[in-house]
């Protein structure tokens, strides 16, 4: 057997949005010769049950592989798991989609996408137009973190922001096909062969940061990232984790900070990584200075921010080398 398409969804107690995802693929969007795999990272609740049920009553059990993992061992882990045992059931795969459950795939959608890649031999991973379900985009094409792009994030201020523009993490999203420096993980499609040369997600990201990183890797192995603006994917935003733009967000997790922490220590040092904690520090500083001076406007960043950005980032610089290597890993990503 042999695919063009494998899509690898990664679960965790969203079982009823995962079956929705499904649905929108199945529902004359899905190109052929696609299969698609859901692992559930041990939710502990209906989820599997659940999935297993709308496969059977739609017939989906030929193009659908479910995966119940024994355990959670984070999404990059997950994710790598999942696209094994679909190469074993279905061979190996020219494209994979990442595709996050919380998503709802409109029509025309991924075969945008395959079409980019198949007439740019270069491209290794492309992006899809992420938006709410009313249409409003979402940032979903990104620079590479920096000091500067760390401090200009942060600190939410208009003339900041123009001077340091260039660095600026999120920039306006393009009309029309563009490079980017990475592409959001919730609707990723990478070529087979560069996930092949880079060995994929790094399993040591629990969750965040992983497809920032596989971007940068495959950048420096010669690959371009592509954002493709007529490939249109719904986004219903951490339903998972509750880190969200529509609601009051839920207290950032640990392993945020910690997947933070590895990118940078990861790519440019621990030097690097203290330069970048002071910007952003300062930027969270002169954010709510400003707050204070002008009366107006209120913080929309998760309870108790800083104190948690101070427990989990900066004092990681202190500690002797042997104590942060031994830092217990987050076991539940909920």
Same mark, same amino acid.
């Given at each position: ?54 496969? =059977? ?20 882990? $997950? ?81 900041? $922001? ?87 967000? =839920? ?7 910690? =997947? ?52 989990? $980032? ?11 290597? $031994? ?8």
């Amino acid at each position: 057997m042999s695919a063009q398409l494998i899509i690898v969804i990664v679960n965790y107690r969203t079982g009823a949005l995962a079956v929705d995802c499904l649905t929108s693929l199945f529902a004359g969007t899905l190109p052929s010769e696609s299969y698609v795999v859901v692992a559930d990272a041990a939710s502990g609740d209906d989820s599997v049950p659940m999935l297993e049920k709308a496969i =059977s009553q739609n017939s989906w059990a030929e193009a659908v592989l479910m995966l119940p993992l024994q355990d959670n061992r984070g999404f990059s882990a $997950s994710n790598n798991c999942a696209l094994e045992a679909a190469i074993g059931r279905f061979g190996p795969p020219r494209y994979v989609l990442f595709l996050n459950p919380d998503t709802l795939v409109r029509p025309g959608a991924l075969q945008a996408l395959l079409d980019f890649l198949n007439i740019h031999p270069r491209a290794g991973i492309v992006g899809a137009h992420l938006e709410d379900p009313d249409g409003t985009p979402q940032a979903c094409a990104f620079r590479f973190p920096t000091v500067l792009g760390e401090l200009e994030s942060e600190a939410r201020i208009g003339l900041l $922001s123009r001077l340091l523009s260039m660095w600026r993490i999120a920039p306006k999203l393009p009309d029309l096909p563009a490079r980017m420096d990475w592409v959001s993980g919730a609707a990723l499609l990478a070529r087979m062969e560069l996930l092949e040369d880079t060995g994929g997600f790094d399993p040591d990201y629990f969750l965040y940061f992983e497809e920032v990183d596989l971007c940068l890797r495959a950048a420096r192995n010669g690959w371009e990232c592509w954002h493709v603006p007529d490939s249109h994917i719904v986004h219903l935003v951490g339903q998972s984790t509750g880190v969200t733009r529509k609601m009051l967000p =839920s207290r950032r997790p640990p392993y945020w900070f910690r =997947s933070r922490q590895r990118f940078f220590m990861k790519h440019y040092g621990r030097g690097y990584m203290a330069l970048s904690d002071l910007a952003w520090a300062a930027g969270q500083t002169l954010w709510h200075l400003r707050i204070v001076l002008t009366r107006r406007g209120q913080t929309v960043d998760p309870p108790h921010l800083f104190k948690d950005f101070v427990r989990h $980032s900066v004092t990681f610089h202190f500690l002797p080398a042997k104590f942060r290597a $031994s830092l217990p890993r987050p076991i539940d990503a909920g």
